[in-house]
C-alpha cells in the first residue's frame, strides 16, 4: 500500500485542475498534522463519510448525536471536496471536521494518535484494512452502518479474501441495508452474530427539515414561480444536461412561461453547463447569485450545496439523474417526500431495490434518452393529464412513508457502542 500513496498523490493532484479541493491538505491525508492539539476532545465519536451522499445518509444521526449526547465531541472525516463543503455547510462548527488518511500503517497510526476516538463510524461500503485492525487492536469500537454490498463489489472483495475477511470480522457490528447485504457480508468473513439488517438510511428524508428550508427559498423564488410549470432535474451528469435541456426547450415551445431547474450532481460543473450551445437560448439564473428571481428567469441553475431538497418543493416534476447515463442513479426519495412524479433512466444500480419497487407501485416512471421528451410532456405539458401526474406523486409519498424506522434501527445499532 505505501508503494501506492505517490500514485494517490499524484491522482489527487490530477482531480485538483478542475476541483481545487482535492489540492488542500494533502499532508493531513498522509497523517501528519503539525503539533499536537492543545487538548484533545472528550468521548471523541468519529464517523467517516466518502462524499456527499454517505453525509446525507448519516446526517440524521449526527444531529440526534449532537441533540441527544451533547457529553460527546465529534469529528467528521470525508475522502472528496464535495463531502467537506457539505460537512462544513450542514454542521459548521458543531463538529470536528478533516480529511481520512490513505489506508497505510504509518498514516493510520498517525491518524488516530492524533484524534484519539473512543468509536469510529464508517458509512456503506467503506472497508479500510489498515484502518479497521489498527483501532480494532486500540480497543477502539468500529461500526459500519447502512452497509451494502453490490455482486459486484462482493466478486472484488473476495480476491482479497485474505485481507478482507479478518478486517469484517474486527467490526464491532455491522448494520447492513438489506438481507442480500448481508448475507454477501457473511460471505466474505463477517460473524453472523454481528451482522444485523436495519434498512438504508437514505429512505430516512426528515421532511420537517425540508418543509423549513423551503420556508427560507419561497421569500426569494416563490413569486417568479406562481402558475409556472417547474421541472426539476436533479443530480445530473455529463450527457444527461443536454438531453434535458433539450426536453425543455420542446416544453417551452409549448407552454412559454415553463422554468428549470437544473441541478448537477457536482456543482462545480455549473460553468461547463452554462458553456453548453443549448444554454445560449435561454435565460439562466444561478443559485448563488445574490438576486430574486424574475418571471423573465428561464432555468435556475442550482450551482450550491445543500439546497436540493428545500427546492425540490417548488417543482411539479423531478427527473432524477446519473441515470440515463451509467452512473447509477441517485436518490429519489426527497423527490418522494413531496409527493412529486418522478421520472429515472434505466441506469439505477446503486439503488436497484428502491428504483425497483418504487417503479412497481407506480411512484416513478422509468425513461430512456428517446422517450424523456414525451415523457415530460404527458406529465407537465399544456395538453397533459395532471391528475395522472397527482396520482403517481401521490404513489411516491407513500412508498416513501412506508420507509419508517430505519433511523431508530440505526440508532439503536449506533448508541450501543457508545461510552
Known amino acids: 500500500m505505501r508503494l501506492l500513496v505517490p500514485l494517490f498523490l499524484a491522482r489527487l493532484w ?3 485542475r478542475n476541483q481545487t479541493g482535492y489540492r488542500a491538505h494533502l499532508w493531513r491525508r498522509l497523517g501528519w498534522y503539525g503539533t499536537a492539539p492543545a487538548s484533545r476532545p472528550p468521548k471523541l465519536i468519529w464517523i467517516h463519510a466518502v462524499s456527499v451522499g454517505e453525509t446525507l445518509a448519516i446526517a440524521p444521526l449526527i444531529e440526534r448525536l449532537l441533540g441527544d449526547r451533547d457529553d460527546l465531541s465529534l469529528l467528521i472525516t470525508s475522502t472528496t471536496p464535495t463531502g467537506a463543503a457539505q ?14 488518511p490513505f489506508d497505510t500503517p504509518g498514516a493510520v497510526r498517525r491518524f488516530l494518535t492524533h484524534w484519539q476516538p473512543r468509536v ?16 480494532h487492536a486500540k480497543a477502539i469500537a468500529v461500526v459500519l452502518l447502512n452497509a451494502r454490498l453490490s455482486k459486484r463489489s462482493a466478486r472484488g472483495y473476495a480476491r482479497v479474501s485474505s485481507v478482507i475477511r479478518p478486517t469484517l470480522a474486527s467490526f464491532s457490528v455491522i448494520a447492513a441495508q438489506e438481507r442480500a447485504d448481508a448475507r454477501r457480508l457473511v460471505a466474505l468473513g463477517a460473524r453472523p452474530d454481528q451482522v444485523v439488517v436495519t434498512g438504508n438510511l437514505k429512505f430516512a428524508v426528515d421532511p420537517l427539515a425540508l418543509r423549513a428550508a423551503y420556508q427560507a427559498e419561497h421569500q426569494r423564488l416563490g413569486g417568479a414561480l406562481q402558475d409556472r410549470p417547474v421541472w426539476l432535474a436533479a443530480s445530473t451528469h455529463p450527457g444527461e444536461e443536454e438531453a434535458v435541456l433539450n426536453a425543455f426547450l420542446a416544453l417551452k415551445g409549448v407552454s412559454p412561461n415553463a422554468l428549470l431547474m437544473l441541478a448537477p450532481r457536482h456543482p462545480e460543473r455549473a460553468d461547463s453547463i452554462l458553456a453548453l450551445p443549448v444554454m445560449q437560448a435561454l435565460q439562466v439564473i444561478r443559485h448563488s447569485e445574490q438576486r430574486d428571481m424574475q418571471g ?14 428545500a427546492l425540490t418543493g417548488f417543482a411539479d416534476l423531478v427527473f432524477v439523474g446519473g441515470s440515463l447515463v451509467p452512473h447509477g442513479g441517485h436518490n429519489p426519495l426527497e423527490a418522494a417526500v413531496w409527493q412529486l412524479p418522478i421520472l429515472t433512466g434505466s441506469y439505477t444500480f446503486n439503488f436497484a431495490t428502491m428504483y425497483r419497487d418504487l417503479v412497481r407501485c407506480g411512484g416513478a416512471r422509468q425513461v430512456e434518452l428517446q422517450t424523456l421528451t414525451d415523457a415530460v410532456m404527458g406529465l407537465i405539458g399544456p395538453d397533459s393529464d395532471r391528475s395522472q401526474a397527482s396520482e403517481i406523486g401521490a404513489r411516491a409519498g407513500v412508498f416513501q412513508s412506508a420507509q419508517s424506522g430505519v433511523i431508530e434501527a440505526q440508532w439503536a445499532v449506533l448508541s450501543a457502542h457508545l461510552p
Open 296 to 309: 423573465s428567469d428561464d432555468v435556475l441553475l442550482i450551482d450550491t450545496l445543500g439546497s436540493l431538497g
Open 120 to 135: 469510529g463510524v464508517f458509512v456503506e461500503t467503506e472497508i479500510w484494512p489498515n484502518m479497521v485492525a489498527q483501532a
Open 87 to 100: 460537512v462544513r455547510q450542514r454542521f459548521g462548527e458543531r463538529v470536528f471536521s478533516d480529511w481520512i
Open 14 to 16: 490530477w482531480r485538483g
